[in-house]
């Protein structure tokens, strides 16, 4: 029985503060890095430490056994204690994109780790220790506190953790056997790295492990315990290798280092050295230097794309994309006569947004700055090189925005207009009422999740105000749902052991640590365990809704067990066992036509019953657990090679040679029809940024032909067609024609830094002072919407294919549309969510009703395609189209009180849809979605499911029945039948 008086009580006793600071572990130099000329961390958090004792007689008791893998009770094992708020790595998050430091995928990511391991720092602390009795018993005793972590440790047996332990909650900890980690460290050639230093931590226990590779590279990790294990490898002159989620066991594990990579830039002027500030960008990297007119050198880099940028006083660089793939990357930077962008950042009624932050890149989407700003102040960035970039903003409380920038000479003034969300913000607590940290919270009926902070704190941003249910679940602590109106705040989210299930998961007589457990119902949703069984084979499940599930238990060197029903109960725990049955590996190499490895491949088997994988430096791959026995065939892809011959293997069979054949490497120039090089393009798959329109790139070949696409902003797509050759000389790119206009107001008057787009266009412009824009045409369509957009004002106009204008748009207030949905029984439609389409310009609505089924929601006017529920599919489940406008409009969803229905016979054809609009309509055309896709309002059922289709909803009156072909003609045109609702009887379709 839980003390839960006792641990209320104790919550009064816990040691406030346990503040730690993560400052300078992301800043413009790198946290760490083994090459000699690089810039070092200058910090690292600072983990304060947490009394657990009492200091007086009184307290808590937190009491527990040590068992091993078995069950056998294990004596004289040495028990530590911390309180679960000092903080250790395992919690640190990563500034940059905010997962745990220990899962972020970033490269750069591993020179901070690295810096832990390097000041033994972050690592579990013993506050209070204590020693099994021959019971494998322990007690601690006079705690002040209600959450501990809890580890042991014996000798011949690894290390275990307990987080959370409560006080009058028993503790078991099964210690695991001594595993370990083998494996070799390698350089980018597949050659043995000697004396390479290798670094792990369990990223469920965070111990500390190292050992030093030997002369071949191979290196052990010995004494472990629980995992999985965060390895990392370093050496001097390359930089850390990472296995982020590695299994104890006979697995080995290889890692490859990578020689550190130098940038080398030079700035010019007019061809002459200049003195600049440089700034380098790359995934979670930004780094900086000055130069007088010398060579700089940014050092220590991985072999990835980089920013690069140069600024002196009204001078400035355009942004170069690199990749680093030598040892030694040389470029140039030309400086030009350059501008800024003063910016301001302001909610819908002009007032300041507190504390934002704004993301300045490319107009491909890559980012050149990042800068915060105080609350209403002008930020200002550059100087910028002239051109054309994107500036996205983000502050919390509302939602992103984006606009398009034209950098001129001198300065230009850009006000970014953020729009406040609707929020749900909260917390979760577990059944003790302490906070649950790092807790996905999924939000229905939207389907989005958070995840709570450290203290169990959340925002979750919803599209609309409305009726919201919140979903948590942690395998361990429980799970919890609570119905929300928002905008909500303060909410708590507590979780309860509810359900419980708990699954051994064994194979061959032996319990399997690292099985991960599914639940699922189908339609409904799916419940991941959220941690990996340990060494007893144990998955917990808590805190399940009662009902019944399909489970399936899976680990990477297994073949997942057999799918079963389960039924749960609240209240209850069903324990389970799962035998998982050892895969096959399929194994082999992939070569070039001359025999030489080619690493980098991205392989897949067909039928795809597992991840793709990749060749390592020796051209190696393995599929590490297939069906034993079954046939496969292999597919490989490389940006440098194409497969020339069909293979195939057997899992549990020999090795499989791959053979790729490297593609002709082809050189030549894009320019634009006046003869300017273009500077950014993309030829096939390869992205190309290049002042002079050069490029020299690997290419696909048919035969004795080159066939290559070439597509550039701004200009018409070109499809390369001619004999194989080494240079391709100049391929021209026509312009694309462009669409002038100008945007008014209401009043007539030209309205500047309106934004315009078109529902098919990849670019977006703004307008002038005197509201003018110039937009390229899109290829190809041949009828295409203009729109314009400043804040809560819009316009649209369609256009037909070489139409140049002049276009008149003119910007009308947003329309406050509001109603109700009702279910198919009649009944208020509480929570459910529609979606919606502006057809002017292909944007997505979403709304979600409140708990009288009612909603309003601002919108832009024009036409609009409605449907009930999320990830409806287009074929077979009527939709609503209406035109939206005026300043007020009100639209109910469903049958309505004082509707009535029509029933309609027919035979299902494919492509064929059934519309009824509403009053008589004279030419629907043929095809008829052009004219009735902007219908004032009419329903439609594409390609119907059955012969009768009843359609709900309709207000008594006169509708026009349509039934033809959706995308092409109908022969004869479409059958077209005027009928008044209510009808006396169904009526029947089709010739």
Known sequence: MRNRTLIGLAAALLVAGAAWFASGLVSSSRASTPSPDAPKATSLPTFTAVDVSSGADEGLALTGRVLDASGRPVANAEVSLAASAEKTLADVRCDECGQALLSCQARETSLQVLAFFEHQHGFLTPRATATTDAEGRFRFEHLAGVSFSVWARAPGLGVALRERAAPGDPVELFLPPLRSIGGQVVDDAGQPVRGAHVHAVSRRVPVPFEATAGVDGVFSLGGLGEGPFYVLATADGYLPAVESQAEAGPQPVRLKLTPARTLEVRVTRNGQPAAATVRLRADHLSRELHTEGEPLRFTGLYPDEVVVTAEAPGLGAAPRTLTLDARLTQVTLELEPAGKLLVTVVDEQGEPVPQPELFLRTSRGELIRRERGATGAI?????????????????????????????????????????????????????????????????????????????????????????????????????????????????????????????????????VEGADVVLWVEQEGIFRSDRSSGSDGVVPMRGMPAGTYWMVASHPDYLPSDRRQVTLEDGQTLKLEAELNPGAPLTGDVVDGQGAPVEGATLVVVPRTAEPVQSDARGHFEFRSLRPDRGYRLEAKHPGYDQVERAEGKAGGPPVRVVLKKRDVFR???????????????????????????????????????????????????????????????????????????????????????????????????????????????????????????????????????????????????????????????????????EAVNADRSEPLTIVTGPDGGYSVEVSP?????????????????????????????????????????????????????????????????????????????????QPRGEQVVLNGLMPGRYTLVWGHFHVETPGGPEVRVVDVPSRGEVVLGR
């Not at 500036?391 to 230009?412: I, M, S």
């Not at 919890?480 to 007589?509: D, F, H, I, M, Y």
């Not at 329109?693 to 070949?701: K, N």
Request: charged letters at 20%; a negative charge.
């Open 379 to 511: 930020v200002e960035l550059g100087p910028l090189a002239a051109g054309d970039y994107l500036l996205d903003g983000h502050a919390e409380g509302f939602r992103d925005a984006q606009l398009p920038a034209k950098v001129t000479q001198g300065e230009t003034t850009l006000e970014l207009e953020m729009e406040r969300g609707t929020l749900i913000s909260g917390q979760v607590l577990d059944e003790y009422g302490r906070p649950a940290p790092r807790v996905s919270v999924l939000v229905q009926p939207t389907g989005e999740s958070v995840l709570a902070d450290g203290d169990g704190r959340f925002v979750a941003q919803v599209p609309t105000a409305g009726l919201y249910e919140l979903h948590a679940h942690h395998s361990e602590w429980g799970g919890g749902q609570l119905k929300v109106t928002a905008p909500a705040s303060n909410v708590q989210l507590s979780l309860e052991p509810r359900a419980a299930l708990e699954v051994t998961v064994s194979s061959g007589g032996r319990r």
């Open 668 to 834: 030549g120039r894009v320019v634009g029809d006046d003869g300017a090089p273009v500077r950014r393009y993309r030829v096939d798959e390869h992205d190309v940024n290049s002042p002079d329109g050069r490029f020299e790139l690997p290419l696909a070949v048919a035969g004795d032909r080159i066939i290559a696409a070439v597509d550039a902003p701004g200009y018409q797509p070109m499809m390369v067609d001619r004999p194989v050759a080494p240079d391709l000389g100049d391929l021209v790119l026509e312009k694309l024609p462009s669409v002038s206009g100008v945007v008014k107001d209401t009043g007539g008057g030209p309205v500047a830094d309106a934004v315009v787009t078109c529902d098919v266009c990849d670019e977006s412009v703004m307008t002038g002072p005197d509201g003018g824009f110039t937009l390229a045409s899109p290829p190809y369509v041949p009828r295409f919407t203009v729109s314009a957009r400043k804040g809560r004002l819009s316009g649209t106009q369609s256009l037909e294919r070489g139409a140049r204008g002049p276009v008149e748009l003119t910007l009308r207030q947003a329309t406050r549309l509001s109603g109700k949905v009702y279910l198919a029984n009649g009944s208020p439609a509480a929570g459910i969510e529609v």
């Open 862 to 942: 024009g036409s609009y395609r409605f449907a009930l529920g999320a990830n409806r599919e287009f074929s077979g489940e009527p939709a609503l189209v209406v035109q939206v406008g005026g300043t007020d409009m009100h639209l109910d969803l469903g049958p309505a009180p004082g509707t009535a229905s029509l029933t309609v016979q027919l035979k299902p054809e494919r492509g064929k849809a059934l519309w009824v609009v509403a009053g008589e309509v004279g030419d629907v055309g043929n095809p008829p979605a052009t004219a009735l896709m902007r219908s004032r309002w009419a329903q439609l059922v594409y």
